[in-house]
């Protein structure tokens, strides 16, 4: 299970570089696994109802190529792995005319409640995210 | 009373123009206005903490030079108005080495509880607010 | 002339608050205006490969109801007038489920060189913006 | 050698769940180099003057604790490493009233010219940055 989502580079994303500043690529990456999330029938806003959230807790970012303003972004995502409390979702993105590929990365998350403390995922959750786990190749 | 606060340009801040995202003005104004809050003792966290909020429901802003990279960002807050539920606070930004004048604006905030609805002013709050309101020249 | 586009909020456009930070609204505006500037065959970028720019010199937006994570807003974007070296744009905002109103607001931007001074706007460019004029309601 | 520099959160970093957006702490790694450097005597803005960049090509980030509205972030940089056409930096955030370690994370620059290709250190760069080189721990 692999989702692709896309992104148009807007003016705000640039910098005096005249490429994407390097932390929006995390928004990216965000956007990226909420549309896997929703793609798999998980909305994230339904796994917060639930109580739990998903806290980003190490991230990691290769910048191979720069992007531009008004690029359309293709934003593939995969689930990595998954942890009694914990998962792990990578990331390529590449631009969507020349095909090159900008960048790579992953996060890991935690799967916490309400009050923050470290919980077990809901089984329903872990069930369809444990069918979509795609090892990291 | 007005209060002065400053801040420093960064990177992520500017856009391919080489000057600052126009969006990012509205940081400005907001770190203003919680540096005013702070000074006259009514820090905006102590605020929420009684269930209180003050979303902005209308903005305006003039951008009367650009500002750049790296530079130091005066921001010159007042509070020109308080209504029963409602507060106005007036914005000048100059580049300090320069004193050029970048931009002036102001924000109107309404007063809500919690579940969003308008609320009164915490009397101790509005009488605090009052005694340094400074009417927009 | 309307243009209509759609953005689907993200987590890192929201606060604590848990509604969409006030300054990332002038991030749609962007979006919305550069989308228009597509859609009548004039695209932003191109503009700019011309040596001329059009920042923005004064922002007004009202906020009706917030917006929330994963909502999607439909933001319509007009033409509102033009000068000898001026454009005004109009938006509107609301949310695409419940049509709720979001927010409107307005940018008026100034035509410049690369050098930031102003110039006049190339005829070609003027003839088509002319077209789609809508004076605001 | 051993940069400090401070930053207080503003409620725009902050998103829903109550604590800083993640993808936020880059924003203060770069405030961090950026002192770094004026720190040094070699200001960002002077090594651009010169036609040389330092795009981020690599970003790793580790989140201990959530950073709050409000809080008074302590950031310390120091060069851990430097090649022909390369740097990289680390970080360590912490809260400054408590003391908590918030964040740590380090970022991998390549050194280009103008047109964005590899291009070596110039010299009096080069020799004030390995000065100042600070194997990480």
Redesign the interface.
């Known amino acids: 299970m692999k989702n692709s989502t896309t992104y148009?580079v807007?003016?705000?994303d640039?910098?005096?570089?005249?490429?994407v500043?390097?932390?929006?690529y995390?928004?990216w990456f965000?956007?990226g696994r909420?549309e896997f999330l929703r793609a798999i029938g998980v909305?994230?806003?339904s796994i917060e109802k639930n109580g739990i959230?998903f806290?980003?807790?190490?991230?990691?970012?290769?910048?191979h190529k720069?992007a531009h303003?008004?690029d359309l972004i293709i934003i593939e995502t995969i689930l990595t792995s998954l942890g009694r409390a914990s998962l792990t979702f990578s990331y390529e993105l590449c631009r969507r005319e020349s095909r090159e590929l900008i960048a790579t990365g992953w996060?890991k998350h935690a799967c916490v409640n309400r009050a923050?403390q470290v919980a077990k995922m809901p089984p329903p959750i872990k069930a369809k995210l444990k069918e979509v786990i795609l090892p990291a190749s």
């Open positions: 148009r807007i003016y705000g640039t910098d005096q570089m005249g490429v500043y390097y932390a929006n995390l928004r965000e956007l909420t909305p994230y806003g959230y806290p980003v807790i190490e991230v990691s970012c290769n910048y720069p303003f008004d996060t923050g």
